[in-house]
């Protein structure tokens, strides 16, 4: 069995408990994306439970995109808790250059030492030295620009760090892969993005003694079932219901007919 198809058989096997805090869009595909793939979402935020239930989960998320002072006093009470108990967990910074808000609290979040960072190339230009071509939510820059600005913060952070885009970029400063697959019809289905975050978060929970390999097995399984569903798929619609369905029939010939992993 291939190392993706494996990590997805730990997922399948272990189903990990993924306490998701991520945003209002996001919460019914993220959760129907962990159910497809094997695993078991929670999106529990409150700072009064958060950090409670990080202890007891295998691995959190932490998306920012509908930031508020509440979420995100709930997200580090949730950090705090999966930090006190060795869990790993994600971060996604959403569109964190576009305020100063955004900003301020990512750069406190940063500093908690997450497991892995997953972001466009735009969120992870600005998150290594402040420039990118990003508008809101959506990337303005190429996936390859980024990749030297991801290696810096993954040796600087000693994290792994995901660029996702047409072609995907992981690093954790030591070794770097590509991803290839997926479909063109991704990006124009809301908050799929940001659900594959959730979906790094159930393989880096189910193996958490390799963050690289999991999370770059989490990227090949997002593909293939991408591609597959793509060439049958006529528009957005029908590919957000194919796109589940593809990811929770993938085995191992259709990671190794539909996605690609590159050295890099």
């Known amino acids: 069995m291939t ?72 997200m580090k009470c949730a950090i705090g808790g999966a930090t006190k108990a060795g869990r790993p967990w994600v971060l996604d910074p959403v569109a ?30 600005a998150l290594a030295d402040g420039q990118g071509a990003g508008r809101g939510v959506d990337s303005g820059d190429p996936v390859e620009r980024a990749e030297d600005a991801a290696r810096r913060l993954a040796t600087r952070w000693a994290m792994v760090v995901a660029v996702t885009g047409a072609v995907d970029f992981v690093t954790d400063g030591v070794r770097a892969a590509r991803v290839i697959g997926g479909s063109a019809l991704m990006p124009q289905v809301t908050a799929l993005g940001c659900s594959l975050t959730c979906l790094a978060g159930a393989f880096v929970g189910a193996s958490p003694v390799d963050p690289f390999d999991a999370t770059v097995a989490a990227l090949a399984c997002f593909a293939a079932a991408g591609q597959v569903a793509g060439k049958i798929s006529h528009g957005p619609g029908s590919f957000a219901v194919n796109f589940l369905d593809a990811l929770h029939t993938l085995d191992e010939e259709a990671l190794q007919t539909h996605a690609g992993i590159v050295a890099a």
């Open 96 to 125: 964190h250059f576009a305020t100063p808000f955004r900003r301020q609290a990512v750069a406190e979040l940063l500093a908690l030492k997450p497991t892995i960072v997953r972001g466009n190339a735009s969120e992870i230009l």
């Open 3 to 74: 190392g993706a198809a494996l990590q997805l058989a730990r997922v399948r096997e272990s189903a990990p408990l993924v306490q998701c805090i991520t945003n209002y869009v996001a919460m019914n595909i993220a959760a129907n994306v962990l159910h497809a793939a094997g695993a078991s979402p929670a999106m529990v935020h409150a700072a009064e439970e958060s950090g409670e239930f990080a202890t007891m989960a295998d691995a959190l998320t932490v998306n920012i995109g509908t930031l508020s002072p509440a979420w995100l006093n709930g």
